[in-house]
């Protein structure tokens, strides 16, 4: 058993504009940061088209397929972008997060890291937003319900921006908990506590601007650990990102790195006590290049360290 370290060259040709923060050095220094590191390095394959359409109808794959420029860039929104590498990354990113699923399940390895871009947790059903083209960890968690037959799969979204995709691609399903801790306000603008979804499988935690390390834990040691283990899931997944970091130019909560080995020692041990360890991590988002880079490394040391138990 050990950790897998899923990427693929791919994702470091989605290229934003010059000035954007969700750029090709975010991934290309989180690898660094993980060279000589104890990982089973993994290739992320392409998204497999019916995993994409667990969670988006056709018309919108096509519809993105088709919005894929040959030459330069196009907007998509604010602040979605496509390059002419964007697609493939995209779908790396979702078929790392696949096959993630798989690796771990299969008991080949006890955990893994996702580290693809663009990450996934804004886009929605029908609608790219915020940097995101597909909603790859959504994928991920059907693929295990689904494909896999699990009974129960719990998200934990613990990136400074509230879930929105996630939580409008699984929230129709009530063997996926979607927990996502945020700050509010903040963009989009959704993920206030009262939005708990149809089945109330939603658990939103709005944390006000300014909020460091003793309110998130406090607010995970009373909310998110319960309620994931009330919930008894057979695989944790994460969305992981790292602008809740005090040195993120996007927000405004005040964590430190070690506050992510913190939640990532606290999740491997809901993995432990529920699902035999098993936890697969996708990055989402984290746009301070040395924060991220230092952090994205402090949370898969910890994945490495319990992985070889
Ligand atoms: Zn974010």
Same mark, same amino acid.
């Given at each position: 058993m050990s950790t897998a370290l899923i990427t693929h060259p &791919?994702? $470091? /040709?989605h290229e934003t504009p010059p !000035?954007?923060?969700?750029?090709?050095a975010r991934l290309s220094r989180i690898l660094k940061a993980l060279e000589g590191k104890d990982l089973a390095r993994v290739t992320a394959p392409m998204v497999a088209e019916d995993d994409l359409l667990r969670v988006h109808p056709r018309a919108y794959v096509e519809s993105i397929r088709a919005a894929a420029p040959e030459t330069g860039r196009v907007q998509l929104d604010a602040d979605t972008w496509m390059s002419p590498g964007s697609l493939a990354a995209a779908h790396r990113a979702a078929g790392g997060a696949v096959r993630a699923v798989d690796l771990v399940l299969s008991g080949v390895h006890a955990n893994a890291f996702?580290? #693809?871009?663009?990450? /996934?947790?804004?886009?929605e059903c029908e609608t790219p937003m915020g940097f995101c083209l597909f909603g790859t960890i959504a994928v991920a968690a059907k693929h295990a319900l689904v494909?896999? /037959? $699990?009974?129960r799969v719990a998200v934990v979204d613990f990136d400074v921006h509230h879930g929105n995709g996630t939580q409008d691609l699984l929230e129709?399903?009530?063997r996926a908990l979607f927990v996502s801790s945020h700050? @509010?306000? $903040?963009?989009?603008g959704t993920g206030t =506590? &009262?939005? #708990?979804g149809p089945h109330g499988t939603i658990l939103n935690l709005p944390l006000a601007p300014g909020t460091g390390s003793e309110g998130f834990r406090r607010t995970y040691e009373e909310k998110v650990f319960p309620r994931v283990a009330a919930f008894a899931p057979d695989l944790i997944l994460a969305s992981t !990102? @790292?602008?809740?970091?005090? =040195? &993120?130019?996007l927000a405004e909560l005040r964590l430190e790195t070690g506050d992510f080995t913190w939640v990532t020692e606290r999740l491997c041990d809901l993995a432990d006590e529920h699902c035999d360890g098993r936890l697969v991590s996708c990055l989402e988002g984290g746009y301070d290049l040395d924060a991220l880079a230092e952090s994205a490394a402090a949370h898969v040391d910890v994945l490495i360290a319990r992985g070889a138990g």
């Open positions: &791919d994702c $470091l /040709g !000035g954007h923060p969700e750029q090709v996702v580290a #693809t871009r663009p990450p /996934g947790h804004h886009a494909h896999h /037959g $699990l009974a129709d399903e009530p700050q @509010f306000p $903040l963009w989009p =506590a &009262d939005e #708990t !990102g @790292f602008d809740a970091h005090k =040195a &993120d130019p």
